[in-house]
């Protein structure tokens, strides 16, 4: 690692205001744009319907809007400690702000949180994948019981095939035509709930408490969004694949990918829980029938989106392992960097096929890793670096963001915990009751409505006393 005993915090900031000239290809805006967009949507926005029902719906809206202007000035201000201490990836930003201390802390953050959401990535193409397999067969149990029925097989295949060869590029701006197919699939995914929207709002009606404005959930809520909009732990690699990345053209990527983000997640987001109230699952998808065409369509879309967001993800990982244990080399040699992907790759591979149910997990790692990450570590880095007063009339927009963090996940933690405590499981892949009694490709079949689940009619909102 470099010594940054003597570096300058305020006056030398030209590594990452001016354009390398290190034989390194560079993207335009649009292609550098549509790796960050790619990068923060990932598999958080299927969770949106879910994250409105946690909140209510009222201020689950005002929330996604909140948290994308967190994340806009989170991001902006995550640049700033990078130009004020002339670094440019995250763990020497730290570094020179925090020491050695900062710097492992942050080194394990930044490495469990991208790792286990390759994890998560490679459980949903196995799940994902399967089912479709399963309704291409028709449910034929010969199928259903081969190797193509076997998510383990189906994880190892599409790593071997797919995401295995596009980790191993070495810059990420090769990534941008690929965000852009991944940018569309999401879109049709949006475009495939809008239409199912027609079908489900005149069969199911409302759950008690679906258009309530407030929920008590909200914490649960706001660690969704956050690892929604989370892109923090790979904004350096996508900063400096842009090219002549000056502060006026960084702003206007990180302003058009936010607000492009947060347009499609609000819509996925109404559309969504406007279909199932409260009976929306975790992962929406969930919520549809296996014999629905269309979205099972959407669902190898969606699979392979997330083939195509996962190399972002390894980028990440690998790059904190090569700061963390190889400080000194400024280059990976070929064999090492195959080494390495290829270990991170065959890890995440095998701890994928051990589970179909990370739910907890994911949100644990979103409230614990994605906060810091995200609000606390950005801000107190770049007060530290200032060299202003703490609570300057400077600072005062990042102790906001600090103070965000810490709520979000302190909170988040403490939601999380109470959830485990009382017994709460995973549901994946079990056939919704409603879909015995409809058919979702018939708009036109009425089904008598199904009742909220007693045990969440329970659980009544904290402000309902006001809303």
Not at 451 to 466: A, P
């Amino acid at each position: 690692m470099s010594d940054f005993s003597d570096t300058s915090s305020v006056s030398d900031t030209r590594g990452l205001m001016e354009e390398k000239d290190d034989g390194k290809p560079r993207s335009s805006i649009p292609m550098t744009s549509f790796n960050f967009i790619n990068s923060i949507i990932g598999s958080g926005i299927i969770g949106m319907p879910f994250a409105l029902k946690q909140a209510g719906f009222g201020l689950g809206l005002i929330l996604i809007i909140l948290v994308a202007f967190v994340t806009d000035y989170s991001i902006l201000v995550l640049i700033e400690a990078g130009r004020l201490s002339n670094t440019d990836t995250y763990q020497d930003m730290v570094l020179v702000a925090f020491g050695r201390t900062g710097f492992y802390i942050l080194t394990v953050l930044q490495f469990l949180y991208p790792f286990i959401a390759m994890v998560s990535y490679n459980v949903v193409i196995g799940d994902t994948i399967t089912k479709f397999i399963a309704w291409i067969g028709g449910e034929n149990p010969t199928i259903l019981h081969s190797v193509l029925g076997n998510r383990q097989f189906i994880i190892t295949v599409v790593t071997l095939i797919v995401t295995l060869p596009l980790s191993l590029y070495k810059n990420i701006a090769k990534l941008g035509k690929w965000a852009f197919l991944s940018i569309l699939l999401i879109i049709f995914i949006m475009v495939a709930v809008i239409i199912r929207l027609s079908t489900f709002i005149g069969t199911l009606s409302p759950t008690s408490d679906a258009w309530q404005f407030a929920n008590y959930n909200v914490s649960q809520a706001v660690g969704i969004m956050a690892f929604a909009y989370m892109c923090h732990h790979n904004t350096f690699l996508i900063h400096s694949s842009l090219e002549n990345p000056t502060k006026k053209r960084w702003g206007f990527v990180t302003h058009l990918s936010v607000l492009f983000a947060m347009v499609m997640l609000l819509i996925l987001g109404i559309t969504g829980y406007a279909s199932f109230t409260g009976l929306t699952e975790g992962d929406l998808l969930e919520n549809y029938c296996r014999d629905d065409i269309l979205m099972n369509i959407s669902r190898i879309f969606f699979a392979i989106t997330i083939m195509l967001t996962y190399p972002v993800e390894c980028f990440v990982t690998r790059e904190v392992v090569e700061t963390a244990i190889f400080p000194s080399t400024p280059e990976s040699p070929l064999w090492r960097h195959v080494t390495v992907t290829v270990v991170i790759v065959v890890l995440t591979g095998a701890i994928s096929m051990a589970t179909d149910c990370l739910g907890t997990v994911l949100e644990l790692n979103g409230i614990l890793a994605a906060a810091p990450l995200a609000f606390i570590i950005p801000a107190a880095s770049v007060m530290r670096l200032r060299q202003d007063a703490i609570f300057s009339k400077k600072n005062i927009p990042a102790i906001l963001l600090m103070a965000f963090g810490i709520l979000v996940a302190v909170c988040g933690f403490i939601m999380a915990v109470i959830n485990m405590a009382e017994g709460i499981s995973c549901s994946h892949g079990k056939e919704p009751k409603y879909c015995m009694a409809i058919n979702t490709t018939d708009i036109t079949t009425v089904f008598t409505p199904l009742k909220e689940d007693e045990s969440r009619v329970g659980k009544r909102s904290l402000l309902n006393t006001f809303f």
